[in-house]
């Protein structure tokens, strides 16, 4: 680990664009006392159509950023990167995704095992989700969809529209035929869409997304390596790639409050 590194440095949050940020607010409810640095690689987004080798560049070169910036830890809140690129990547620091704990938290809201998950192109074909939940529970059904129109639906900001009504029900008619209980939303733009989804399959399905469980599973690392800190105010330093403005603007969304202290770092 780097000498600079402390229990007072930041923790490093990564995401293919502005969708982290709702992994950013579960750290920031769960640690407050935190500071957070965000990177959010908007002249590259979206990465769920894109292939393995390129979103493994990418996460490389985050990965290199946060290293620039003495992060103790680096949470990579991208579904994408954490399916393609967190097993083929390494770091000096604790590095987690957030499947894994996505995975765990669906199995656990589960009564019938029955689990849907739903994600971009890239995460769907690289079958983390299904590899993890089998790892876990070996008895559990999986069904599984991309659900492509999603993210620009949520950067339209199109949450609630007859159209996006109309994609939710195309996309999810199967999964709900198939009796699913619980529903992975497995994309960071995903939980932004809560509402029309859980009104499209009823009350009966439980809709589970990782942020929260991201921020429980990075708590409990930072306490175990006695890196959690007990005293501060937190604070968040936002880094895009490109398009501060728009990221500002659409982020406040996604975080639920203004975004201050947007930087912009060139994509490497
Ligand atoms: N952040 C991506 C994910 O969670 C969604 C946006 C993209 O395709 O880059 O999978």
Redesign the pocket.
Known sequence: MNAEISINSPIGIF???L??LTVVKAIRERMPKEDVIYYGDTAH?????KSKETIVGFTQDAVKFFLDHDVKCIVI?????TALALPEISAPVPMLGVIEAGARAALAASKNYKIGVI??SA?IASEAYPNVLRKLNPECAIYAHPCPLF?PLVEEGWLDREATKMVVKEYLTPLKMAGIDTLVL????YPLLAGVIGDFLGPEVRLVDSASASALELETILKEKGLLRNDGCGSETFFVTDGAAKFSETGSRFLGHNLQAIKYTPSR
């Open positions: 995401d293919s664009g969708g982290g987004v979206p990465y769920g159509s809140a991208c579904n994408t990167a994600g971009t995460t993210v497995g994309c960071t733009h």
